[in-house]
């Protein structure tokens, strides 16, 4: 955190320091001046002067500390400061540094606090300089306390201040900022430049395909002409129309079409192709069959000799962790499966498939989102369940839930007893039994088989009452309204492919491949999106924060260049699937 916010702010400091208020009040006091001294020293001099003075040294040996990095030294310093007997100018020093040593603590929250002390009102009495450290930190503490329009706001108001690399840093930020909200949040503003920028946010979320953004990112300039972003287009922006001038022409899909995995695989090619025939652009793609390639070097060599831009696949795990292991890539590489979690990979190599992992963290954020803080996990045994139970886990402790208790699905005669014991279910004489009372909900991952044991027991196990949030796993999709009956209540993350069955795309390929409609429907959906990824990769490349509305889910890429899914929810409700409103926003 500390990083994030000190390049720009310490710009200033030796500046900051040096000076006090220009004309300074009786009322208004002096801000601390530069330390000629070590900490130990000014320390040691605080000792021997009056209250005034002492209080000006600590002060300055604090914000010393925190210069040398040294952020513990600064707080015990900082915390022998009354700062409520301090003149205004030396309440705002000291409060401005305490909340960038909360930032630095990742403590946005507190840094908020800090700077929503009264001696603020008198701001702009100060240096510019000091001015300007405060709002970079109030910057940071909004950025960091998830409010972008708030931190966007606070640089757009200094951007006139600065220059230099300070200033580009600070308008590439902004840019940053805006663009990394949803088109809902980029809501209108009074501030003329706050508005240009978010106007030129949304404009470019709202246009589809490079070419429609570079078109209206053009017509925005043509509107907004003197805007501090007309006169030096963002970083990300350059990048884009650069890219808009150099369309991708020629694509390789690199899939098993023999072999355990062929099913898999022609569900993903004809996803693909029907994309293609549906987006109607003039793109070349290439079939190659990867089990008639002795190695994956080989294909490379082939595709490299014919042209090939960017490759689509490989699909088996064992391939994309070899690829994960080098060093480089000699083409551009977005395989249809992932390695493993921690695997450094080449910069030319993109991953992306139905990973249960997003939908265990999408569990624990919506269990959060209402208002749950306490779960129970029943997930498969095995290291599927294992990688499934630790996203969601680590996701929920991040927002701050517990994990009362975990176990691995038992076997269907077993499942009674291990509900109990997980629920702690207890008889009390002729009272009906009673579950645990520090548990909000459960986390399951299972089969449409496993699962529809599981609300039943609950039922059987005076349970009724424990609200269930799953995975799409336990959704055949089959409409089956008998086998959905027993799973009434559970609430179940789910491909926007099965959850909306007029969808064109959908449609037309179902009209040729009827199994599309059940389980093997979210590979047709993914392959689909493989083919939005193809043809925007370097779009979301150079803006990181956008968003792809794909038919597996939500897409975006993590720095760790995995395409993450978010999905829509539903319910199982009176023998149907209903699906449930979102609550991302």
């Known amino acids: 955190m500390t990083a994030r916010f000190r390049p720009l702010i310490f710009l200033f400091i030796a500046a900051v320091l040096s000076a006090c208020a220009s004309s300074p009040t009786s009322t208004l006091g002096e801000l601390p001046r530069t330390p000629q001294a070590s900490t130990q020293q000014l320390l040691q001099e605080a000792e021997s002067s009056d209250a005034a003075k002492a209080a000006q040294l600590r002060l300055s040996a604090a914000d010393l ?47 908020l606090q800090a700077l929503q002390h009264p001696a603020f009102e008198r701001l702009a009495e100060l240096p510019v300089e000091q001015q300007l450290r405060t709002q970079l930190a109030r910057a940071e503490a909004y950025e960091a306390n998830d409010q972008p329009m708030d931190a966007a706001r606070e640089r757009t108001f200094i951007a006139p201040l600065l220059s230099g690399n300070a200033a580009e840093q600070n308008h590439e930020k902004i840019w940053s900022l805006v663009s990394s909200m949803t088109v809902e949040q980029l809501q209108p503003t009074t501030d ?108 490379y060599r082939q595709a490299s000799a014919a042209g090939v831009e960017l490759v689509i696949g490989p699909l088996d795990k064992e391939t994309v962790r070899q690829l994960a ?93 291990q509900i109990a014991d997980l629920l702690q279910i207890r008889s009390s004489g002729d009272a009906q039994p009673t579950r645990r009372q520090d548990i909000d909900f459960l986390f399951l991952a299972a089969t449409p088989q496993q699962a529809q044991q599981v609300r039943p027991t609950l039922i059987f196990q005076y349970a009724a009452d424990l609200p269930v949030y799953a995975t799409s796993h336990l959704h055949a999709a089959t409409d089956n309204r008998t086998q959905y009956l027993d799973l009434e209540g559970i609430r179940f993350t789910e491909t926007p492919w099965l959850l909306d069955p007029q969808l064109p795309l959908r449609q037309e390929i179902e009209s040729k491949w009827p199994q599309a409609r059940g389980s093997l429907g979210r590979l047709y959906a993914m392959g689909a999106d493989a083919y ?26 993590t720095p760790a260049q995995r395409v993450q899914r978010r999905l829509p929810w539903a319910e199982f409700h009176d023998g149907a699937v209903q699906p449930l409103p979102d609550t991302s926003n």
């Open 325 to 417: 292991d080098r060093e480089q890539l000699p083409i551009t590489t977005l395989a249809l499966n992932y390695s493993d979690a921690n695997q450094k990979v080449p910069p030319q190599l993109f991953q992306f498939g139905l990973a249960a992992e997003d939908e265990a963290r999408e569990v624990a954020q919506r269990a959060w989102a209402d208002g749950h803080r306490s779960a129970v996990a029943l997930t498969p045994r095995g290291e599927w369940g294992n990688r499934v139970f630790q996203a969601f886990r680590q996701q929920w402790q991040e927002l701050g839930g517990t994990v009362a208790a975990a176990e691995a699905l038992a076997e269907p005669i077993e499942l009674a007893n």
């Open 65 to 111: 500390s925190m210069q040398q990095n040294d952020e513990t030294q600064a707080r015990q310093i900082l915390e022998q400061v009354d700062i409520e007997q301090l003149m205004p100018a030396q309440q705002m020093f000291a409060k401005t540094l305490e909340a960038e040593l909360a930032l630095a603590a990742d403590n946005p929250q507190r840094a």
């Open 192 to 299: 003329p430049d706050l508005a240009g920028w978010v106007s030129l946010a949304a404009t470019v979320k709202q246009a589809g395909t490079l070419e429609q953004q570079q078109r209206a990112i053009d017509s925005w300039l043509q509107l907004n002409p003197h805007h501090p972003a007309a006169n030096r287009l963002p970083e990300p922006l350059v990048k884009l129309r650069e890219l808009a001038d150099k369309p991708l022409s020629h694509v390789a899909l690199l899939l098993p079409m023999e072999g355990q995995l062929a099913s898999v695989a022609r569900a993903l090619r004809d996803g693909f192709l029907a994309a293609h025939l549906e987006a109607g652009q003039n793109l070349k793609i290439e079939l190659f069959d990867s089990t008639r390639f002795p190695s994956i070097d080989e294909f």
């Open 532 to 557: 939005q990824l193809a043809t925007r990769l370097n779009q979301l490349l150079a803006l990181p924060d956008t968003e792809l509305e794909g038919l597996s889910g939500t897409l975006s890429i």
